[in-house]
Structures are given as structure tokens and as C-alpha cells.
């Protein structure tokens, strides 16, 4: 394996040389390039925060990381939320003990806000109060538009964790069973888009629904969190069908048409829209991909930017 200049690869992320140019420039692929940059904090010759500043694929392993850890519980009773130096109030969607995802609060990425919930309405207990980073901010709705965001908790006293921790805990009491979802920091679907198939001889817990509307790497990090062994068959809306072995949080074997492994996986992942339902889990023939889950999908978020990028019209000269 070829020694890196370390000072010189540091030079250029510092100077941000995008990504991809220095996988070109270092001939390093992409899984090399983020355990060089692993090491690099590892090793304090740049700090965690600036790296994730400035390399979108870093920030990205990180974001995965950090939403993995964490379950996220619906709601199934309102709980508001207030930014009081804007005097915004919303409501939370989901919640867990690293972050939030809240309708209401206008935040742009990287906005941090001291929030504060005042649970008078769920149980008698003093406010929770907290700082959070937006990760992410977007305009939902059809008729009537709200914003959406996602909040990452990064200071929070010992007395309001323990009140969260509660907190918390009502709300798996509350959502046991069927009502139970488990969501991810990135944004996943609002309700409707995953539905529990509860019909005559369906298989209990499994799913089945549309995959307009929601994007497929989205539907697969979900299943990917769950952990549990699952066999996802995909329906593009053009026919194309691809099936794909979830087992342990590890995308293990896919299938489409004559592609296998790695290749079916990111072309599958590909897929504009269609139908999804998971089958009776089997063994597959094989183990094709060996590969971690996360940088699987960080790997093909990374190439269908790139197509976008290369089928996009270019400015004249």
C-alpha cells in the first residue's frame, strides 16, 4: 500500500481540494480516503471539527455513525418546542437522546439553537432545555407548506438528560408494539410512506408500500438500523427488479438481473422509483458484499451525486 505525504494531503484538504480529486490525486478509493482521514484525527493532525467542515465524504461517515447510534421514537401525543431568542414554536416528530426532528423551528444547516420543551402538557416536570445543531432543514408539504428539520443535541445539563431519559422512556411505554418506528438523523419519510402490512396472512412486522416519495437509500439505512435479517425485494416503476439480503446491519448479497454483489447494490440504489416489500427471510446462495453497510450507501449517495453532476447542461464558455 503507498505511503501518503501527509503534510501535502493535509495542505490540500485544508485548502479544500474536493473529494474526489484527491481520491484522484492520491489514488486512493474511496474507503482508503476515509481511513486516511480517520487517522489523521486519530492522530490530532487535524482536528475532528475542521475535517468535518471541510470534507463532505467525512461529514458524511460521521452523520451515519451518529444516526445509527441512536433509536428515535415517534410521537403519539404533541410535544412543543420553542426557540425563545425568535420567539418560534414547533412541534417534535421524533425524538432520542442525541437529537430531534421538529415541524415549525426555520433553521438553516449548522444553525445552532438553544430549544426548550416545557412538557406541561405530558407530564409534571420542569423544562427540558438544551443546545442543538441543525443537520438538516427542508420545506414539506403539498397544500400547506411548513418547514422540517433535524437537530443534533450537543450540550445538554445532567438534569435535563435525566428528564429526557424519561421523557423517553413514556414514549416507548406509550408507542410499544405496532405504533413503534424507529427513525434515523437524516430525514426519513413522513407517515404513510412505510405501512405495516397487517393483512390475513401477511407476515407479522413486515412492510410493504411505494417507493415514490421516498428515496430508496433512505428505506434501506431504515432496515439497515433495524438490524434484523430481512429480504427486500425492489419493483422499479420500468420493471427492473432487484432483491437485496439485510442481515445484522450488513447489506450482504443483491440481485439484479445479471448483476450481483456490489454492482446490483448500486444500481439498485439507483432506481428513480417503484414498489418495495420485504419476503421470508432465506439464506442467500452466497455472501457477495462484504463491505460495511454505511460507507455502501455513503458510496452510492457519493455516485448518483456524481451522474447528476455529469448529466447536468454546461455553462457555455
Not at 438544551?130 to 445539563?157: D, E, L, N
Not at 451525486?305 to 455553462?315: G, I, N, Q, Y
Request: proline share 4%.
Amino acid at each position: 500500500m503507498p505511503r501518503i505525504p501527509v503534510i501535502e494531503i493535509l495542505n490540500d484538504i485544508r485548502a479544500g481540494m474536493p473529494d474526489v480529486v484527491l481520491m484522484r490525486k492520491y489514488r486512493l478509493s474511496f474507503k482508503r480516503l476515509i481511513q486516511v482521514m480517520q487517522r489523521l484525527v486519530k492522530h490530532k493532525a487535524i482536528a475532528h471539527r475542521e475535517l468535518y467542515e471541510k470534507s463532505p465524504t467525512y461529514r458524511s461517515v460521521i452523520d451515519v455513525l451518529v444516526s445509527r447510534s441512536s433509536l428515535r421514537w415517534n410521537i403519539p401525543f404533541p410535544i412543543e418546542v420553542y426557540h425563545d431568542e425568535t420567539s418560534q414554536k414547533g412541534v417534535i416528530r421524533d425524538i432520542s437522546e442525541n437529537g430531534l426532528r421538529v415541524a415549525g423551528i426555520t433553521a438553516k444547516e449548522g444553525d445552532v439553537m438553544t430549544l426548550r420543551l416545557p412538557l406541561k402538557e405530558v407530564v409534571k416536570a420542569e423544562p427540558i432545555e438544551f443546545q442543538a445543531v441543525c443537520r438538516w432543514s427542508k420545506t414539506r408539504g403539498q397544500r400547506r407548506k411548513y418547514i422540517a428539520s433535524g437537530f443534533q443535541i450537543v450540550r445538554i445539563s445532567e438534569d435535563s438528560k435525566s428528564r429526557l431519559r424519561e421523557l423517553i422512556g413514556l414514549l416507548r411505554r406509550k408507542s410499544g408494539g405496532k405504533g413503534r418506528v424507529q427513525h434515523l438523523l437524516l430525514d426519513l419519510p413522513e407517515k404513510g410512506q412505510f405501512v405495516t402490512n397487517a393483512g390475513a396472512g401477511a407476515a407479522p412486522r413486515a412492510f410493504s408500500g411505494k417507493v415514490d416519495g421516498v428515496d430508496i437509500l433512505d428505506l434501506v439505512q431504515f432496515l439497515l438500523l433495524i438490524g434484523k435479517k430481512t429480504l427486500l425485494h425492489v419493483r422499479s416503476s420500468q420493471g427492473i427488479e432487484c432483491q437485496m439480503y439485510l442481515a445484522e446491519g450488513r447489506v450482504v448479497d443483491a440481485i439484479m438481473g445479471n448483476l450481483k454483489g456490489e454492482n446490483a447494490f448500486f444500481a439498485c440504489m439507483d432506481l428513480a422509483g417503484g414498489y418495495f416489500r420485504t419476503q421470508p427471510w432465506h439464506d442467500p446462495s452466497e455472501t457477495t458484499i462484504h463491505e460495511l453497510g454505511e460507507l455502501l450507501l455513503i458510496e452510492a449517495a457519493r455516485r448518483r451525486d456524481e451522474s447528476v453532476v455529469a448529466k447536468s447542461p454546461k455553462a457555455p464558455l
